[in-house]
Structure formats: C-alpha cells, structure tokens
C-alpha cells in the first residue's frame, strides 16, 4: 500500500492497475442504482476527479445513503482501468464518510451556481470546480512571480503595511489608529493630538510599497515586493479592491526603457508558466468563458483564453507616448461620434477605462505601453522630462482588463524633486528620509506596481476582481 497521503493528482497521474491505495476527499457528485454507485472524488489538488465504484450490496445502506455531495470521505480500495475522462478508477473495499454534508441545507449544489451567489457565500465557493481552478492559478502566479525576481537576482524586499507617509494618496487612506474614537484627545486648536496616538503620529496602511522600495533599490540594486496594499477609494468597479495584492519592482540604473523591457518580460514570464503548469484548470476556465458567451454576438466575443493568452505571449507590446495615444483617441470614430463618456478633446485629460480600452481592442489589438504623460496627471516622484511638460512615466493596458502596471522612471535630481513637490504640495519634512536617496549617491533608477488581482483576471477570462481574490474587501463589505 503506498503513502496515506496521496493526492488525487498522485492517483491520476502515476497510479498503476491493480494498486491497493487509500485517499481522502470530498463527493463532488454521485450517481448509480441500487447495485452500484459512481462517486466523483476531488481533494482540491486537481480539478481532476477520481471516480470512485462501489459496489452497494457490499456496503451498509447508512453508509451509502451518507455519501452525499460534500461529504468528506476516506475510500480505500484498488485501482482498475477506466474507461471514463481518466485512466484510471478506485474500485471501493472500504469506505468511510468522515464528515456527513446534510443536502437539504447545503447551499453549494451539483449545478450551476451564479457567480454573484458564489460570492455570497464566498465561504465555501472554494468547494466548486470554478473557484477551484481560480485559487491554483492564483497560487502558481504567486509562485511564479517570485521565481521571476528570484532567477533574475532580485531581493525580496518587506516594505511596512502600516506607514506614516501620506504623500501618495491622501484621502484615499485607512487610518491606523487606537484613539478613542468617542472621545479623542485634542489639541489646543481643537484637532485630534495624534501625539497620543499608538505611534505618537497619525498612521495609515501603505497605498503602495513604492518609497520605502526606493530606499532599498538604491542599495541593493533590484529588489521588489509584494503584499497586501490598501486603498479607501470609493470606486466600485468590477477592476477595483479596498485590499489588494501589489508587485512593486524597484531598480537602480534602469531608465524607462530598461523598465518597460522588464514589465513585458515578467508580465510574459508569469503568462508562460500559466500556459505550462496550470493547463487542466485553464481549459476549464477556457470552457467557462466560452459558455458565458455563447449568447453574444460574433464581434462582441473575447479571444479564447489560451489562444488569448499565447497571443499575448508571442506579440510585442505596443509602445507609444501619452501626445501619440491622445491622436489617436482624439480622431476615433467613438469620439467623434462621441460613443466615449468622456470626450478626449484637451492635451492633458486623463485616460479613463473606456480609451486604455479602445486603444487595446480596437487600435493596436494588443498590449500597450503609453509613456511620457502629462506631468499634471501623475506623481510627484516621476521624472521630468527635458520638455518640462511630461514625465518619464509608463502605464501597461491590457485587453479586457486596462491599467494592469503602472510605473515609471524616478526622478533623481534632488532639485527637480524638490521643484515638483512645492508645486503639488507634497510636504517635505516628512519625507527627509526618502530625499536622502537623492542627497547621497543618487542615480538613475525605475520601477512599476503590477496589480496582481488584474493579472489573475487576465490569466483566467473572469470579469470581476472580487472573483480572483478569496475574501474580497469593497466598499461596504468585508465578510469574513
Ligand atoms: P487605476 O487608474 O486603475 O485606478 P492607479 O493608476 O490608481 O489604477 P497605480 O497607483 O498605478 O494604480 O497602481 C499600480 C497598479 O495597481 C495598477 O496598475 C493596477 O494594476 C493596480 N491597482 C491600483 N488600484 C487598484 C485597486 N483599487 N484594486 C486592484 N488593483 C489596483
Ligand atoms: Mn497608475
């Protein structure tokens, strides 16, 4: 008999005819008469199951009538041929159910479920096939993404999640705080005296990893995060999350086009090992796309996911400044014709979703870079250009997703930095610490943020962020 702990992938991949085994899973479905029962039995380490036979005369009715789905059972038994979707079957010898699953009250069904009910019951929607395949994709991401900056020697870096600088996003932010909310201390103008506070100053969570990475790109040359970020914007988008998980990239010595050469890179790394180790649950998630669909109309149809994604991996990304984009938008038909929400008629207007997605989808038809916006519409930190109008900023857009990265040169001149954050109003005492990169030993270094749930919902086909993230925190919700 071989290891207890076998996993239903161990079985279905290496197990022989004939092998006497023992695994453990939950009843995805069962179906049969009175003479025999068919069990499909999943573990969650595949999105495979392994069919279970038994032969219900051998068995006690208890027994049977308690394999239910959901129930989490223990079957040992031995492994015939099959002539089903797998190889291989488990013919029963003993089986116990470990957990009984009551099917009168048991919200997750064998059927279809909608994914707005999976969502309210986000619980237990790891239990179906479809959020299943999600979590392991998720996960070999993860994997990827640090075997990525692992191969190409960069380090780890842990920035804090809780942090007293504001200058990115003021507003935006959740504050940290153990002040007494009833009855706050206050100063002598009558303001909250954030003195007092756990950390003798007010604190918020971290908007990005950014600065703090800066800190430790310009001493051990590349390094990256990735963790959770946190944001207060009220957006409810199905492309935004108040908690959400960021890859922050820092290096010293790159300019921008260093920096988009390695965003196309890495996006195109993570894409690939997608393609060669997560295969059985895109297929899956190639299927659920295709049937989502089925109703729409030709033209309205998105690329099938695998062929989607090997065409992103073989395509080079467009690469074209924010003046070239604007062109663009400014003449397409839906502008004219004014089909936009927002009309693209002033050199310095913000993209919003609906351009990023017409220059994607319909324009180039694939991936875009858009450099050198105006300076107005970014952060203080990017660097200036020699026009004095734009800076060395660059935004990656994807197909059905948009803004997926965000990054940019720094600006290293300890003058020019100084210039832009009395023109923004970035406060400069509180941020002495992240001056000293450029006071001492500064040098040309770039980064970017890559939004990790957008990557998933890319690699997937689904459509809302709440659905690639276990327990999704949005505006008037945080279960769990
Ligand atoms: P957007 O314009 O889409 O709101 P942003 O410009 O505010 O994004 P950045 O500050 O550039 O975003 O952050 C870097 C990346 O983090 C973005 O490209 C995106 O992939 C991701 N991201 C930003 N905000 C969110 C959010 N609220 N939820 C999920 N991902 C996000
Ligand atoms: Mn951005």
Redesign the pocket.
Known sequence: MRSLKLSVKDLLSAGKPGEEVSIKGWVRTKRGNKQINFVALNDGSTINNIQIVIDVPNFNDDTIQKITTGAALHVKGKLVESKGQQNIELVAEEVEVMGECNPETYPIQPKKHSLEFLRENAHLRFRTNLFGAIFRVRNAMSFAIHKYFNENDFNYLHTPLITASDAEGAGEMFRVTTLDMKNPPLTEEGKIDYSEDFFGKSTNLT??GQLEGELGAMALGKIYTFGP?F?A?N?NTT????E?W?VEPEMAFYDINDNMDLAEDFIKYTIKYALENCMDDLKFLSQRLTDEEKNKKADEKSMELIEKLNFVLNEDFARITYTEAYDILRNCKPNKKKKFKYLVNEWGVDFQ?EHERYLVEKHFKKPVIITDYPKEIKSFYMKLNDDNKTVAAM?VLFPGI?????GSQREESLEKLLGRMEEIGVPKEEMDWYLDTRRYGSATHSGF???F??LILFITGMGN?RDVIPFPRTPKNALY
């Open positions: 908007v990005s970020t944001r914007e957006s492309r935004h999350l108040a959400f960021m979703s935004d948009g803004e997926i990265i965000g943020g890559l939004g749930e957008r962020i």
